[in-house]
T-cell receptor, first 114, second 114 residues
Framework: DTAVSQTPKYLVTQMGNDKSIKCEQN?????MYWYKQDSKKFLKIMFS???????INETVPNRFSPKSPDKAHLNLHINSLELGDSAVYFC?????????????FGPGTRLTVL | DAKTTQPTSMDCAEGRAANLPCNHS???????VYWYRQIHSQGPQYIIH???NNETNEMASLIITEDRKSSTLILPHATLRDTAVYYC???????????????FGKGTKLSVKP
């Protein structure tokens, strides 16, 4: 069974469109994350949710809106897509125990904006 | 910004030990050293972490210097499948708050050659 899954794996769309990426984890973790990896391969945190509450919201345009319907899901909705949004988006989850945790990453969603 | 310094790239012969260094001279007393890797086109994968003592698991060993200003990840018998970018990350304990996000640097691209 896949621990952290994302859909779709590939997403090609036009500028100005609105799209969503879904993430699900079956590990029973309390915390979920979204990371963005750009064309230069830099991997950066975007959002973090702990028990369905937003914990981290890095400097991300408000066109990006995460939604966590329950602890097992963290979806990412992007409005008015721009060329610069093209990247690979990774979802991750973790469960901290005594301050230590391991983040499990999904396979990534490659978003291409034309 | 990442709080670690790693060589940009390294080569290793298949079957030999791969020793990946990391400098973290500004590490604080309660910060952990984590190692993740990213195989091409996949999500990052946790390898190992440590605080003060050396650690070993089924994937690798982590050697942390006594002053904690540097560490070495050791893959004892590297295989072609170990070719990946390896990230050394210094991180505060995660208690479900904003400390949870991983700050990825550029990492070391390890190429294991036949």
């Amino acid at each position: 069974d896949t621990a952290v899954s994302q859909t779709p794996k590939y997403l090609v769309t036009q500028m100005g469109n609105d799209k969503s990426i879904k993430c699900e984890q079956n590990l029973g973790h309390d915390t979920m994350y979204w990371y963005k990896q750009d064309s230069k391969k830099f991997l950066k945190i975007m959002f973090s949710y702990n028990n369905k509450e937003l914990i981290i919201n890095e400097t991300v345009p408000n066109r990006f809106s995460p939604k966590s319907p329950d602890k097992a899901h963290l979806n990412l909705h992007i409005n008015s897509l721009e060329l610069g949004d093209s990247a690979v988006y990774f979802c991750a989850s973790s469960q901290a125990t005594s301050g230590v945790d391991t983040q499990y990453f999904g396979p990534g969603t490659r978003l291409t904006v034309l | 910004d990442a709080k670690t310094t790693q060589p940009t790239s390294m080569d290793c012969a298949e079957g030999r030990a791969a020793n990946l260094p990391c400098n973290h001279s500004t590490i604080s007393g309660n910060e952990y050293v984590y190692w993740y890797r990213q195989i091409h086109s996949q999500g990052p994968q946790y390898i190992i972490h440590g605080l003060k003592n050396n650690e070993t698991n089924e994937m690798a060993s982590l050697i942390i210097t006594e002053d904690r200003k540097s560490s070495t990840l050791i893959l004892p018998h590297a295989t072609l499948r170990d070719t990946a970018v390896y990230y050394c990350i210094v991180r505060s304990p995660n208690y479900g708050g904003s400390q949870g996000n991983l700050i990825f640097g550029k990492g070391t691209k390890l190429s294991v050659k036949p």
